[in-house]
């Protein structure tokens, strides 16, 4: 399974929506969330059906004009309900239809209040926050930017220490902003995914891949969920001798992958 968050900046431009529809079909992806959509909200259904056929969006056009995020899915393979919705985030429940597992995920733009606010309903619960917090957490995270510290780098890191949250193990970008100019580029690490403990606990395979931005300034962030078990698993299930019609073996197998599935992520 695979969740993937992108400030996008501007998804009123063909090419990006283009870009985006290459992203979620190369990657396999069942849940997506879009930050700095700059989409206004007449032209909200018309783009967002054109992205991912079948899909299922939602913006936060009752907090923002432009609908500066957007959180889609795959309703044939989860199912997301949203909790909470501000100016900042989009927070819901994933809950993944094959095995009945359940996790919840904060598509956000920088407010720190929001994150400190939902943590105190998720300390038993699996929870990944995902999106363009515009702060660094150390000086190791900016290249070619000036040496002023802001307040909000302090805040940011307050905030993500108030709320339990840790870095996601990730590969890729080091640096998943980038100004486009070459004699003073500037680089820098404010994209990320956070997880808290339970999510560490429970989904210690997971991991954030930071991917080249394309024509974009920001890296897409991939989350990808698949357990070092499950294709061995697989073949097991698919090996088991059953003797009877074709649809019926093809019935029995999918019954005992979805229970064997259902033990795996205990």
Avoid at 160 to 170: S, V
């Amino acid at each position: 399974m695979n969740i993937a968050f992108w400030n996008i900046r501007c998804l009123v431009d063909m090419v990006r929506q283009s870009e985006v529809r290459h992203f979620v079909r190369e990657n396999k992806i069942c849940c997506l969330g879009l930050l700095e959509t700059k989409v206004s909200p007449h032209l909200f259904g018309s783009i967002s059906s054109s992205l991912c056929s079948g899909w299922q969006w939602i913006g936060n056009y009752e907090h923002s004009v432009r609908g500066h995020i957007w959180v889609g899915w795959n309703p044939v393979l989860v199912e997301f309900k949203s909790f909470y919705v501000s100016s900042q985030a989009i927070h819901g429940m994933l809950k993944v239809l094959h095995i009945g597992l359940t996790l919840y995920l904060t598509a956000v733009r920088p407010l720190w209040s929001d994150i400190i606010r939902l943590n105190s309903n998720l300390l038993n619960d699996p929870w990944l926050v995902a999106g363009d917090f515009n702060a660094i957490r150390d000086s190791s995270n900016r290249l070619g930017s000036p040496e002023t510290w802001l307040p909000s780098f302090d805040e940011f890191s307050e905030c993500i220490c108030q709320a339990g949250l840790d870095d996601l193990q990730y590969v890729g970008m080091r640096f998943t902003w980038s100004t486009s100019s070459r004699v003073h580029r500037k680089q820098r690490k404010i994209n990320r995914v956070l997880v808290n403990s339970k999510w560490s606990m429970n989904y210690s395979y997971s991991e954030a891949a930071f991917l080249p931005p394309g024509i974009l300034d920001h890296s897409p962030m991939l989350v990808k969920m698949t357990h070092p078990d499950f294709n061995v698993m697989v073949s097991q299930v698919w090996d088991t001798p059953i003797t009877s019609t074709p649809m019926y073996k093809l019935y029995t197998r999918l019954k005992l992958l979805k229970k064997k599935l259902k033990h795996l992520n205990k």
